[in-house]
């Protein structure tokens, strides 16, 4: 082979395989858009108001315990719903929170059982209502006062598969 051609060669040799590679590669089936209904609390109190808050969920224990660390804000509707398999006293810390919370401890019946409100940050003493739990929902510290949330008042889930 003349050295004027000796780079076709290894051009010769690769050509098949690029067009075997493009001969072999796929798209995927154009399908129909599926919609995922995001989860939500309603939160209705004693006085009739409803107040839905969209949440993240917590179902395993590593999800359980990291929780909301290390986020620096949370939108004003927007929480985080801990699931747990068994109604008992739950505590919670705040390590590596950033943000202040408050966490309504949500009883097996869908009641609120407990508040803490305004949870510091960054601290880690238990915060615990000292009554039992299924559901631990966090919001915004300051949350339940601005909506007058008590213990007692009802919680409805929508789109939040049971444990």
Not at 7 to 28: E, F, Q
């Amino acid at each position: 082979m003349t050295p004027r051609l000796a780079w076709l060669a290894p051009a010769l040799l690769l050509a098949p395989a690029v067009l075997l590679s493009s001969a072999c590669t796929t798209r995927p089936a154009a399908g129909p858009l599926v919609t995922v209904p995001t989860p939500r609390v309603i939160v209705v109190t004693a006085a009739g108001a409803r107040l839905p808050v969209t949440v993240e969920l917590a179902r395993s224990d590593e999800e359980r315990t990291r929780g909301l660390m290390n986020r620096r804000e949370l939108a004003p509707e927007a929480g985080m719903l801990f699931f747990f398999s068994e109604n008992e006293r739950r505590a919670f810390w705040m390590k590596n929170t950033l943000i202040p919370l408050d966490m309504l401890f949500i009883d097996d019946g869908g009641r609120v059982a407990g508040l803490v409100e305004q949870a510091e940050p960054l601290t880690t003493s238990p915060r615990d209502p000292g009554v039992p739990s299924r559901y631990v929902l966090e919001v915004n510290g300051g949350w339940a006062a601005r909506h007058g949330v008590r213990p007692g008042d009802r919680i409805e889930f929508e789109n939040v598969p049971r444990y």
